[in-house]
């Protein structure tokens, strides 16, 4: 259940196929499987994670149908990476500007959260254009306790 996000998973996949299909693209069984996945899962699910859960519904799964399946997802904006996580994530917002975006990850609890602050952006822009830097995508990664941790540790 991604009850995290409050939304429900049937609506989730009626919405990313309404964008995919809006990008010219389609949404099949392989790659509706797999955002299921990622949308069910209680927190950020590694490729191979992923794999297995999907070997329990399609045998012949290999790496290489997981990453592809994975890059489209990602140029559909319909899952985010976490890079120092190397694990993915459901989107919460599939029109927003994924070059642009802050993810907050919690130590304790492995959840991450999806935010999108443009002052964070500008600030980083700003910082960069400083040292004569042209900045380009501008994701964040923060590390730290969530909400939900940090009021239960009292
Ligand atoms: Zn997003
Ligand atoms: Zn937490």
């Given at each position: 259940?991604?009850?995290?996000?409050?939304?429900?998973l049937?609506?989730?996949?009626?919405e990313?196929?309404?964008?995919?299909?809006?990008?010219?693209?389609?949404?099949?069984?392989?790659?509706?499987?797999?955002?299921?996945?990622?949308?069910?899962?209680?927190?950020?699910?590694?490729?191979?994670?992923?794999?297995?859960?999907?070997?329990?519904?399609?045998?012949?799964?290999?790496?290489p149908?997981?990453?592809?399946?994975?890059?489209?997802?990602?140029?559909?904006?319909l899952v985010?990476k976490i890079?120092?996580?190397?694990?993915?994530?459901?989107?919460?917002?599939?029109?927003?500007?994924?070059?642009?975006?802050?993810?907050?990850?919690?130590?304790?609890?492995?959840?991450?959260?999806?935010?999108?602050?443009h002052?964070?952006?500008?600030?980083?822009?700003?910082?960069?254009?400083?040292?004569?830097?042209?900045?380009?995508?501008?994701?964040?990664?923060?590390?730290?306790?969530?909400?939900?941790?940090?009021?239960?540790?009292?």
């Amino acid at each position: 259940m991604s009850k995290k996000r409050g939304r429900p998973l049937t609506e989730a996949l009626t919405e990313a196929e309404r964008v995919c299909l809006s990008n010219g693209a389609q949404l099949t069984e392989l790659r509706r499987t797999v955002l299921q996945l990622i949308l069910e899962a209680p927190g950020p699910l590694t490729a191979y994670q992923l794999l297995d859960q999907l070997k329990e519904i399609r045998k012949s799964a290999v790496p290489p149908t997981v990453y592809r399946t994975l890059e489209f997802l990602m140029e559909n904006r319909l899952v985010h990476k976490i890079e120092q996580l190397n694990a993915f994530i459901p989107c919460s917002d599939a029109h927003h500007d994924h070059h642009d975006v802050q993810f907050l990850i919690c130590e304790k609890c492995g959840t991450v959260a999806e935010i999108e602050d443009h002052a964070i952006v500008r600030a980083l822009a700003k910082a960069a254009e400083k040292q004569g830097f042209h900045p380009g995508k501008a994701v964040v990664e923060l590390d730290g306790i969530c909400a939900a941790c940090s009021t239960s540790a009292h």
